[in-house]
C-alpha cells in the first residue's frame, strides 16, 4: 500500500466518522451505546501503545535478576 492510499483511506475513515459523529443526537440509544463502546476500545488501545513505549523507553525492560553461571563438571 502506498502513501497516497493510506492517505486516501485514512481520510474516508475520518469523513465517515464525522457523518456518525453528527447523526448521533438523532441515533438511537443501542447506536449511541455501540459508538461509546467503540470509542473506549481505541482509547483502550491507545493508552496501552503509550504504556508499552513508556515501558520500553523508559528502561523497564532491564533484567533485575543476575542469572547463575554454570561451571563446568570436574574430571572423575
Known sequence: ????D???EM???GQRLLVKLKDLPRADTSQILAFAILLIFIG?????MSL???YSCCNGH???HR???VQ????V
Open 1 to 4: 500500500m502506498s502513501g497516497n
Open 6 to 8: 493510506l492517505l486516501r
Open 11 to 13: 481520510e474516508n475513515v
Open 44 to 48: 483502550a488501545v491507545l493508552l496501552m
Open 52 to 54: 508499552a513505549c513508556c
Open 62 to 64: 532491564t533484567k533485575k
Open 67 to 69: 542469572l547463575a553461571r
Open 72 to 75: 563446568p563438571a570436574g574430571v
